[in-house]
């Protein structure tokens, strides 16, 4: 017997669901916790994903330039509370961290009403919802509120504090390997500077750290590497510490909002045609949903970086929901009951299915390719006859031998036969066996 590539991920089946709540449960872990671009809330959650896998953490100190930007101060955030005249809090920081503006420049002030809603940005539209802000390159002093409640509020004097500071000292992100028989690599990445959203992105980062663990177990051909960084400055301080090594990417994806039942959604790299691309739109036409397939465009996620003309990687974003598309999009809403085990579970199989794709797809070549093969006299018609696994299995076979000319990789005859992949490579290996294909 030859060996079989996916055979670690079918041993994994019986764990499926075991999987979703492992991964839910990471995310709950990672959920509390106040991130922002730089800061302590990005070092807590690569302390929580080390324990899970193997990290590499990175520090780049503020001031580093990084192509056309520079790594921002580090931000720290103690409190924040807005009380009214008779020293009631009428908003708290403990209670939700979407509450201060990220990387909210410290304030401590008395004001009026009038003067309170400048520094307070709400979601007329959603009026209980508490909406998620940053203030990045601008420095700016902000709370995020629910509307009903500032609407709430009665004239007077109020006292607003927010105890924050922006200082030189480092950005970080963390990196974990998985050493494959060749140095290609699969690059995985997920943003780690949103706080309190489950969707939006602790669920992106649970995955792939359980997706990094799964690896651990298997034997692959490529090598998988995991980034953990803060979005758009985090990829790029990534990139520019590895720029002379990015020839080495063959495969990519950007992970982000996998825990909701929406989607699945994938975005095309830039270039379109890349073999990620393809890989994931097979997926997705196999999942028994309707998936959205996107065409690429210069806004979303770190594609944006990994995709710009001067590196122009094959990475492309997967998503359960559009971002900006559900209505708890960067609001409170994204939360624990957002996000379910089964959601995350059929997310996580998606990428794995691409990965399998990815790591067991070849190109045969027909060895009787004059006329068909005579199945029946090498025992490989015996599975025929009302069986439907059996006819799919022998459909499975007279594609790839029509198709082995050499010129066709399993992924082209997934592709024109509209069968699985894994049909498909099921088929070519039982032929390969009985000497009917060989490496074209
Ligand atoms: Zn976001």
């Not at 609001?331 to 085990?341: E, G, K, Q, V």
Request: hydrophobic share 40%; charged share 25%.
């Amino acid at each position: 017997m030859l060996e079989d590539p996916l055979q670690p991920r079918r041993l994994d089946e019986a764990s499926a669901a075991e999987i979703g709540e492992a991964i839910y449960s990471l995310a709950c872990e990672l959920y509390p916790i106040c991130r922002s671009i730089t800061g302590r809330g990005v070092r807590e959650t690569l302390e929580i994903l080390s324990r899970r896998i193997d990290l590499t953490r990175h520090e780049v100190p503020t001031g580093t330039a990084l192509f056309d930007w520079t790594a921002p101060k580090e931000w720290t955030i103690r409190d924040a509370w807005i009380k009214d005249a008779s020293g009631r809090n009428v908003l708290d920081f403990a209670a939700s961290n979407l509450h201060v503006m990220s990387y909210s420049a410290p304030l401590h002030a008395r004001m009026s009403l009038d003067e309170l809603k400048k520094h307070v940005v709400t979601l007329p539209e959603q009026p209980d919802l508490i909406p998620y802000r940053t203030s990045y390159y601008a420095e700016r002093s902000a709370f995020c509120m629910a509307h009903s409640e500032l609407s709430a509020l009665s004239e007077g004097e109020y006292e607003a504090l927010i105890d924050s500071e922006l200082a030189d000292g480092s950005l970080s992100y963390g990196e974990h390997v998985h050493r494959g028989r060749t140095d290609q690599e699969f690059l995985l990445s997920a943003h780690i500077c949103h706080p309190s959203l489950a969707n939006d992105n602790c669920s992106g980062l649970a995955l792939l750290a359980l997706i990094a663990r799964a690896l651990k177990e298997r034997e692959t051909r490529y090598s998988y590497r995991f980034l953990f960084a803060p979005g758009t400055i985090g990829a790029l301080a990534w990139l520019a510490a590895n720029e002379d090594r990015l020839s080495r990417i063959a495969h990519g994806l950007v992970v982000s909002c996998v825990g909701d039942g929406g989607g699945p959604t994938y975005k095309r790299s830039r270039r379109g045609d890349a073999f990620i691309d393809r890989a994931m739109v097979h997926v997705l036409a196999h999942t028994g949903l309707k998936p959205t397939i996107l065409d690429f465009s210069p806004y979303g996620y770190d594609e944006r970086q990994f995709c710009s003309p001067g590196f122009d990687l094959p990475v492309g974003l997967f998503q359960r929901s559009a971002f900006g598309t559900f209505p708890e999009y960067h609001t409170s809403a994204d939360n624990l009951d957002f996000i379910r085990p089964m959601h995350l579970q059929a997310s996580y199989r998606m990428i794995m299915d691409a990965i399998d794709i990815v790591e067991a797809n070849w190109t045969p070549r027909n060895l009787s390719p004059k006329g068909e093969p005579q199945l029946g006299r090498r025992g490989l018609y015996a599975a025929v006859g009302g069986d439907k696994t059996g006819v799919a299995g022998m459909m499975a076979m007279l594609w790839v031998l029509n198709l082995a000319d050499g010129e066709h990789c399993l992924l082209n005859m997934a592709e024109r036969s509209g069968m699985a992949f894994r049909e498909i490579e099921k088929a070519a290996r039982l032929l390969r066996e009985h000497g009917l294909l060989a490496d074209a």
